[in-house]
């Protein structure tokens, strides 16, 4: 484990050497974001709205009482989805996605000796591969976020239309009553977090395949595996610091 963690933070602090030609490692880190934001930007729209109607139905079935006023199911269904649905579920969809391509990327090209190339040709191989992958990751993951946590409200709103359990007035009243900031920036923080650790953890197992077509298969297993492991932790870890 302790080798495996020395690795890691050498990988990274090769990552991030002075690059040899800046407009090169640009146009990497903008093929990157596109294909981090754009390339995710439906599956993360479907799951939001989804989540976010599903999420009101069922507060609305637990908020049954006549001693409790139904706005107040707005209110609990836009926090859990700033705080922990739009963030959280939006990071374990991209480690899936995201995380096992980087992976495979990088692990074939390992495997096919193309890493090896650009070593022998005085190229920093990390820095040019691994480094606008997760700069991609830290900047589009907050912006996917966000999309997530609109279309999260939104997917409510349209349940509360489409079922009739909670009149569209009632849940816009919940929304809007007592917001706090905090949340938002709670949510912010965690998706900057989670965009490092999923291009980070699997860009190391990609790096550090050997074998064949067999073991680019298992890095991107354990990539996405290690991901998950450590979103979770990093939002237990981020949710008791910061709330």
Sequence with gaps: MFESLGRYILLLRLSFRKPEKFSVYWAEVMREM??????????????????????????AFQLSSPLVPLSIAGKIARDSTILEFSPTISALVLAGRVGSSIASQIGTMRVTEQIDALEIMGVNAPGYLISPKIIAGMSMVPLLVIASITLGITGGYIACVASGDITPADYIVGVRDGFDGLTVRVALVKAIVFGFIIASICAYQGFYTSGGALEVGQSATKGVVFSCVMILFADLVITRLML
Excluded: E, N, R
């Design 34 to 59: 596109v294909s981090v934001g754009i390339g995710s930007l439906g599956i993360i729209s479907i799951i939001s709205v989804f989540i976010g109607a599903a999420t009101t139905i069922q507060v």
